[in-house]
């Protein structure tokens, strides 16, 4: 396998033909910032280790640069980015339809990358690109539509306007709704890491299999809220943004979680 930074730098140079997959580039570095500040002692020396002095969110976005890779390198981890699950009646029933799932996918693969992590065996070279790309993906479980329906991909197949521009409802969700509220993702941060330590014990309570349903019933009521067609505009920011920002700030206190948990 190359080393790490050889491959960042062969995406560096593809980057042009870079699209949005997941809360584009602002959403994950606020969820990265946010894990940061909720990181134990502990998590933080273990993972400075492994990844020297850069920030999470230095990192938080490489495995979505990786899409630009035309060398093959990446191609299975496509689909590791998301777990699509046609509406479920309770949770039990998406539980088990979750966990019947075939294949490698969001779910799976975030178990799959906590193993190797936890794993002392693992070579270090492998440890910390599954970290990266743990921190990217735990992001991606809060993107709701990142839990959304096959038939038409997660949303990316239902056309819509935003402000009078052609787009579709996934990329919406990705990073026009995050973009458009103007923010460094640092100022993002700091706005939305307000809660109490109560609150972030509740946000950071339950398994991973609750925090995807808890995405999946939000990517219903967009499903629900978003048809066909739709022009979107201030009346859509206005119904979704605590939804989208609630949404950021479960990311970065749950990949914590994760983190803290892990080392």
Request: charged share 25%; glycine share 6%.
């Amino acid at each position: 396998m190359k080393s790490i930074y050889s491959k960042i730098s062969l995406v560096l140079c593809i980057t042009s033909s870079l699209y949005s997959y997941a809360w584009g580039l602002t959403g994950h570095r606020i969820i990265a910032e946010i894990a940061e500040n909720h990181l134990s002692g502990k998590a933080k020396r273990e993972i400075r280790k492994m990844m020297g002095q850069e920030r999470l969110a230095y990192w938080a976005n490489w495995p979505d640069f990786i899409k630009s890779d035309t060398t093959g390198t990446w191609k299975q981890a496509s689909a590791w980015h998301y777990v699509n699950i046609d509406p479920q009646t309770d949770f039990k029933a998406f539980e088990q339809n979750l966990k019947a799932q075939a294949g490698p996918n969001l779910y799976s693969q975030i178990k799959t990358l906590s193993a190797q992590i936890k794993d002392e065996k693992t070579a270090e070279k492998d440890r910390k690109i599954a970290l990266i790309f743990l921190i990217h993906m735990v992001g991606d479980l809060t993107q709701p539509l990142h839990t959304g329906r096959s038939e038409d991909l997660g949303g990316n197949k239902i056309n819509v306007t935003y402000f009078g521009d052609k787009t579709n409802l996934h990329s919406v969700w990705d990073g026009k709704l995050v973009d458009s509220q103007k923010y460094s993702y640092t100022e993002y941060a700091k706005l939305l890491d307000i809660k109490s330590k109560e609150e972030v014990a509740q946000i950071q309570s339950g398994t991973l299999e609750n925090w995807l349903y808890d995405s999946h019933l939000i990517a219903n009521k967009i499903y629900a809220q978003t048809p066909e067609g739709s022009k979107l505009s201030y009346e859509y920011q206005y119904k979704f943004n605590d939804t989208m920002e609630r949404q950021l700030l479960y990311g970065g206190l749950r990949l914590a979680k994760v983190l803290n948990d892990l080392f």
